[in-house]
């Protein structure tokens, strides 16, 4: 396999990649999410292995704090929730949404599953967040069923609700 080059930089690099501050948080008629999302590793480099992994989730939670601090003015109701794959690390996304043109569904409800982990390194690391953690398994673009962890802060926007991993 050929040896991917710069990737000290890429890491280094990879929060910043991200203009949070380019979106409109100003609550105005062209201030909607529909199903907004932002995805940290869009090439899937962090399932090559757990350092690198733990990069991309790090960077994550660099960008979610962020669109948190922006959230907490957001004068409208939305919803916001970080998404991570047990499996695949280019489906891991921070998302917001709210009432838009569109007309997709806010809120939206997940109906939570409460089936258990594989992986316990993930499983550790998104405990050591202050979110509330909530599972469900989804089917993917290949047709394999994969396990999601939904992550929320209780004091931004509406609640998804169910029942919550233990």
């Known amino acids: 396999m050929k040896k991917k080059r710069g990737l000290r930089r890429y890491f280094r690099n990879l929060g910043n990649r991200f203009f949070v501050e380019s979106l409109d948080f100003s609550g105005g008629n062209q201030s909607w999410f529909d199903l907004y999302h932002i995805h940290v590793d869009g090439t899937g480099l962090g399932n090559k292995s757990w350092r690198s992994r733990k990069q991309h989730l790090d960077a994550l939670f660099r960008i979610a704090g962020r669109v948190e601090a922006k959230l907490a003015n957001l004068p409208v ?22 009432a838009n043109p569109n007309g997709t569904e806010f809120p939206i409800s997940i109906g939570f599953d409460s089936t258990k982990p594989r992986t316990t390194r993930l499983v550790e690391y998104l405990a050591q967040q202050e979110y509330q953690i909530y599972t469900k398994t989804l089917l993917c ?23 919550e991993y233990k």
């Open 77 to 98: 109701e939305f919803q916001y929730w970080i998404q991570v794959s047990e499996c695949d690390s280019s489906e891991d996304a921070v998302y917001i949404h709210t």
């Open 141 to 163: 673009d290949n047709g394999k069923e994969e396990l999601f962890f939904f992550l929320t802060n209780n004091r931004l926007g509406l609640e998804l609700k169910s029942s």
